[in-house]
């Protein structure tokens, strides 16, 4: 789905040392394979994004854990963390809400204000960026957007998003 116009439409694979690398099976979570390609979504219409949440008591919703965007031809890309600390990066639609008795409930819902994703729905991919470890796998994503992108990383088992400002 690339348009050819520039080095920002491939994905890049970082190695733990900055160089550029080709993907190999080696880069790939021992656990949980490679998964699908993040590049499809370049040249994609994000059209939703939904998140799945932590509700406890009366406490704030922790997460999001998982992420699903939703493009124009209404495929599911989903982003969580693996148990070996990887980001895994998959072709599945959201799983129904559930209940975790006295430790709480996981919620999806579609994302408003909450992530820095909200800014970005609607808007067309441009480019996006893995970064992996040897022995882990990916451990993160970029993805760009023409206003600026958000930056998926697995950081101790858990989900963060960042904002990434828009680069000239």
Known sequence: MSS?????????ILSPYG??????????????????DPRYLTGQRIERVLASWHIHDAEE?????????????GTYIHVTTGSDWCLIVETAAPFPDYDMAEWGRVVVAPITGETPFANHVGKIVRSVREERELNTGRIALEVMFESGGVRCESWSGELRLASIPHRC
Request: proline share 12%; aromatic share 4%.
């Open 4 to 12: 050819g116009d520039g080095p920002d439409d491939e994905a890049v």
């Open 19 to 36: 160089d550029d690398v080709e993907p190999t099976e080696s880069s790939a979570c021992p656990l949980h394979e490679s998964g699908a």
């Open 61 to 73: 919703p922790s997460g999001p854990l998982d992420i699903w965007f939703v493009d124009s031809t």
